[in-house]
């Protein structure tokens, strides 16, 4: 298990297979947090095999504090047409509520940062819970910007069956 970076007691790394347990758990807790439980319906066998399976697509980090889970993102490359290059996005971004403030957060957004540098990304995203204005502060305290002139689409579930029968 190599580490990324430790400071101060926390210490980051790349997850690994056997941390595919932890990393749902800790996906459960976000799902609490963000009142989206309901939505939650990883498996570990589904993040085996799309985190560390032969076609892998995402990666994940996990931090820990004083040896003890304390966070974990979870990202992948996209593209963007218009800069002509990857991008980074980060799909969550979560610290144990008890361990918030401690800069936790911010370690592992910059050595995304630097990830998406040295891959050559031309961007790094995410979204953010309207309704999440701790998380908003935090992001916009270390330069992100909102882009609200932008509005996220999904189709999932019976709707993405039905758009993909068209075909």
């Not at 007691?9 to 056997?18: T, W």
């Not at 697509?57 to 047409?81: V, W």
Request: charged share 25%.
């Amino acid at each position: 298990m190599r580490i990324l970076t430790s400071i101060d007691g926390f210490d980051l790394r790349a997850a690994q297979s056997g941390d595919v347990s932890l990393l749902l758990s800790l996906i459960r807790e976000l799902a609490e947090y963000e009142k989206l439980s309901h939505e939650a319906m990883a498996t570990e066998e589904m993040l085996h095999n799309n985190l560390f399976g032969e076609r892998r697509f995402a990666e994940a980090l996990i931090g820990e504090y004083r040896g003890e889970p304390a966070a974990f993102a979870l990202f992948f490359h996209n593209f963007s047409t218009f800069v002509g290059r990857p991008g980074l996005y980060l799909e969550d971004l979560y610290v144990k509520p008890h361990l918030r403030g401690n800069g936790f957060g911010k370690t592992m957004l910059s050595y995304l940062a630097q990830l998406a540098r040295e891959r050559g990304c031309g961007r790094f995203e995410w979204s953010v819970l309207d309704w999440n204005e701790p998380a908003l502060r935090f992001y916009r305290s270390l330069g992100a910007e909102a882009l609200d002139d932008w509005t996220v689409h999904r189709v999932s579930g019976q709707a993405l069956d039905e758009l993909a029968d068209r075909f």
